[in-house]
């Protein structure tokens, strides 16, 4: 059987690209480059490998993050693809993000990751790149480099955990972990049981095992198509993820010779595709800020108009916690992301090109879905719209995101009370042990948006349902805020309100006992206020202090952007 690899031969094409960084940076004929070559045969290289393209292995391995744990194995198997490819690959690291294991929100570090990759790309003598990631807010960190810096560009997504079990039942990371710690609060499980549940959750390295953030932004990733077909379902530990990863490495050089670059692949056409895909997959609410920042590297303005106009069209046909009941992991058996942009081939732009140098129309011959029960048929889907709403009113001028295929379907329409918190600390002081506390009550918590938070973090998920409701059964009450909730997350949450109320928007005029108005199905979110009488309450509003005075935390304060605009800084 010949081999799909390119044979390195005496007359390679790379010795007619005088151009190639890595060949300006190896073969000048001064101080510099002696310093240079002698570097690199200090580590045992040759002249042989000095005349090979460098291909860069951006590696985001951390040991403080349980989701990249597996990376310095999928980096070796990329490595002998580039090796096979006739390239160079060299290995280097940068930050990694697990959002557990940091006392803020790293949508702070998800720019700074940007900046570090980006840079470490553009001052390195790298003709090319491969991305290696997996958790939420890397793998649009590195898009968001890719994209900037501009060279051929692979990402090699790590996949998703294996879903836990505990007595029969699938269990899903944080999805499942919402519903135990309600049972436990309410005392439906007992320390026992609960224990036995902890240890049972989450059995291996990769991404939660939900479509959560994680597992949305890889399979975006692939319908943007930066990834090779079928990469962003492949469980963590499975073997044929290194297959693939193996095949990346080759694919990268291929890019290369060809001149293919990031702004050839993630085009408009390509942004709608990926769209359409976190619409179908009932995908993070996160995605919408992550998409709109990468876009803008690219000079591409996506719109909260656009995500709403695309989720009329497109329904959410994954049944994938949390919107729907299997793991993310039956994804990969049902056909994957090829899959899915089959079921919903008549919303895509099929002439997008990818990283494989062949369009979506291309890649999707022969792709078909293997199971119906995880990924349903359009005239059968899991939910008629997609999987996010864009809601606008005067609380959220500039808009607010809901994931209305996890909403409780009473609350599609709803007024009532405002409960009002100024952080999140403050209502989870309080909230949880409340008595005067209603199924009907609106609960607003503020302050926590990009610039309040700062970066916007998890909480909204995180706000309490009180003890005497979760007693009687509730499960999901309203809840409002300017932050955001993890992709993991369902029930009535509405998220991204923009501007938030720590630089002056309408959410901070907003009182206890004002009447909040929710309408899903008509995109509205508004308290039952004048215009002259929110105007009245914002001139009587005073600024937070700034809360850094130095270091990247400063500069994240001072310059990030809305969630409108994607939380990227405003000199991005």
Known sequence: MRSSREPVNDTPWWDNKQDLKSK???QQDDLHGLV??????????????????IVGICNSWSELNPGHYHLRQLAEAV??????????PLEFNTISLCEPFHNISTLVYRNLMAMETEEMIVSQPLDAVVLLSSCDKNVPAQLMAAASADIPAILVPGGSMLPGRYKGESLGCCTDGYRVWARYIAGDLDDEEYSEIEKSMMPTYGACAVMGTANTMQCLAEALGMTLPGAASIPAPYGRIFALAEESGRQVMKLLRCGIRPSHIMTEG???NAIAALMALGGSTNAVIHLIAIAKRLGIRLSLDTFDAISRQVPVVCNI???GTHPATDLDGAGGIPA???EIYRFLQPNALTVTGACVQDNLRGAKVR?????LPLDHPVSSEGGLAVLRGNIAPMGAIIKQAAVSERFLRHEGPALVFDSFAAAQGKLLD????SESTVIVVRNEGPVGGPGMPEVGDSIPIPKTLLKKGVRDLVRVTDARISGTAFGTIVVHVDPEAAVGGPLAAVRTGDIVSLDVPGRRLDVRLSDGEIKARLEKWVAPRPRYGRGYRHLFEQHVQQASEGCDFDFA
């Open 270 to 272: 390509s942004f709608r």
């Open 321 to 323: 916690k949390p919107v």
């Open 340 to 342: 899915v942009m089959t």
């Open 36 to 53: 240079r070559r002698a570097l690199v045969r200090a580590v045992g290289y040759s002249d042989y490998d000095l005349a090979l393209p």
């Open 24 to 26: 300006i940076w190896s």
């Open 79 to 88: 490595k002998r693809g580039v090796w096979q490819a006739g390239g160079f």
């Open 371 to 375: 199971d119906r029960a995880v990924i």
């Open 434 to 437: 409340a008595a005067d506390v």
